[in-house]
């Protein structure tokens, strides 16, 4: 028997909230799950966080700031804090990453650019931040969880130094760029079609957010670790977002060029990362489907690699060691 969803059951009913169906709706990467309820009118979505596992408090934080910034995200209607429940508002059953194609990409992507810029030209927002404390513990993931655990590759002393001088550019790197409300999974899986509103997405999964780089959920949503694009597409993305922010004050004086470099370098951050987290899924939490895109992520490793020349020790490591 599922005792947490006998929980909720009776939790919705105690609080004399009516339902014609219960169904699951998705689970993520977490301990929370999601499930949507019908009732003769509308449908909602409740959320299932344990409170020993999830805290729902920075979910409720971070729901109302970004709809106060005039974001397409959920709201609480009700909420249990002690028992670990969430009464939302429904954003649909339809991801970004079922939608997109070579014909409908720039348009979803436009939007969601354009939602992300009304999110970072919020200043000061109440939030975390993305120090460099936290970014050296997500890169730890890769020579831990990826290298390691996943690869069963012990690393020698020397190449464990040459690993944490490649950190140290990328940390300095994300600390160097301006920083604003960073959502931290800007993705296909965490963007909702609108069905009533194609400009306004539904943003989902924000409870992480905090304050960071610039270019971290751009390189989220166009180096999607879920679909890929090729690299002129990229670039004029990047370009068109470079031009929106500098319009919107969110970056000042900062060349494309300098922008890009940025943009590449977070996306190789947040990518070692992403390699490490889908290992740890298996190993950890034994979560095996997440490993299918790590092919992907690695790809756009190489990418960056490739294109800037102080990469080239780490690039050498990877391929002796893979």
Known sequence: MDHRLEQLKVWLNDNGITYQDITPASADASFRRYFRITDAKNTYIVMDAPPE?????????????LFDFGLNVPQVLRQDLEQGFLLLSDLGDTVFLSELNNNTVDEMYTSAMKSLLLMQKNKNPDLPTYDKTLL???????????????????LTAPQKEVLQQMFEILIKNALAQP??????????????????DAGKPGVIDFQDAVIGAVTYD????????????????????????????ESLGIINEVSFSEFLRWFDLMGLQRHLKVAGIFSRLKHRDGKTGYLKDVPRTMDYVFDVLERYPEFKPLQKLLGDIL
């Open 53 to 65: 596992k999830e805290d729902c408090k920075p979910f409720i934080h971070v729901a109302t700031l």
């Open 136 to 154: 050296a513990n997500e890169l730890a993931l890769f020579p831990d969880w990826y290298l390691e655990k996943q690869l069963g590759i012990t």
């Open 179 to 196: 920083q604003v409300c960073v959502h931290r999974d800007y993705h296909s899986r965490n963007l909702m079609v609108n069905k009533n």
């Open 218 to 245: 751009l390189v989220s949503l166009l180096k999607d670790c879920y679909i890929s694009w090729p690299r002129q597409k990229i670039e004029a993305w990047v370009k068109f977002f470079h031009t929106e922010a």
